[in-house]
């Protein structure tokens, strides 16, 4: 916990504005800015006024949206994070061998965040890009995530939570998900079918360091009609096991 003297308010509301754009609401106003960010409408437009002024938002006077410089933060990320360096050839290679498409991903909170990503010829799922975040209760990099949770930590993650139903398929009652994250727990691996986005099988596994911490998830999606789920553990769970325990003492 910080102290309270040390905290700086107006940068925690500000970031707060900045966060409040996403994939839903692309364009804001200061009305609807101030309601995802929790502050008044006055302190909303004086902060989307000031992010524009510094060239992170760009707006017609009325509406505001991100502007390119915000990529500075992700780019300079990804740049200089040691995670994304370290697994990057091993997915590019992974790709190579299969001409499937994989990706590492990290938890934050709600979400998961893919940080790494290999090229493919195949796009198969939506938003599958670097920096692309995703419910994590609907993904196979989510639950396996969640599950290297300890119990009490997922409890509390779990606690008064409403599942988002994305598709027919997704797992939305919360006892159900809880048997499916135990269900992870114990496998060491996470199938999610048509969960996320219809069409779109997904296989996981955990990436650990040398003292047994998970410190992301490595996945691979494919369409069903070319594989089935299945085939794709018997075809490439073995791939991803053996490209975990490779990149294990370099976590």
Not at 102 to 116: P, Q, R, T
Not at 166 to 180: Q, Y
Request: aromatic fraction near 6%; charge should be positive.
């Amino acid at each position: 916990m910080i102290a309270r003297a040390d905290f700086i308010e107006g940068m925690a509301k500000g970031l707060a504005v900045l966060e409040s754009f996403d994939t839903e609401r692309q364009r804001l106003n200061a009305t609807l800015a101030a309601q995802r960010a929790g502050i008044t409408r006055a302190a909303a437009r004086r902060h989307l006024l000031t992010l524009a002024h510094l060239g992170y938002l760009e707006t017609d006077g009325s509406y505001f949206w991100l502007a390119p410089k915000v990529l500075r933060f992700s780019g300079s990320y990804l740049a200089s994070a040691r995670l994304p360096r370290v697994i990057q050839p091993t997915l590019n290679r992974l790709a190579a061998q299969t001409a499937e498409s994989f990706s590492a991903v990290v938890l934050d909170g709600d979400e998961v965040v893919i940080v790494a990503r290999s090229g493919s010829t195949r796009v198969l799922a939506y938003g599958l890009h670097l920096g692309a975040r995703l419910p994590a209760h609907a993904t196979s990099t989510g639950r396996v995530l969640l599950a290297a949770m300890p119990k009490a930590r997922f409890n509390a993650w779990m606690k008064g939570r409403e599942l988002a139903r994305l598709t027919a398929h997704t797992t939305v009652d919360p006892r159900k998900f809880k048997a499916v994250v135990e269900a992870v727990r114990e496998q060491d691996l996470c199938v999610a079918s048509e969960e996320h986005e219809l069409g779109v099988h997904a296989l996981a596994v955990p990436l650990r360091n040398m003292q047994g911490h998970t410190v992301a998830a490595l996945n691979v999606v494919a369409a069903p009609q070319r594989l089935e789920a299945r085939q794709m553990q018997r075809d490439l769970l073995p791939l991803l096991l053996e490209a975990a325990r490779e990149l294990r003492p370099l976590l």
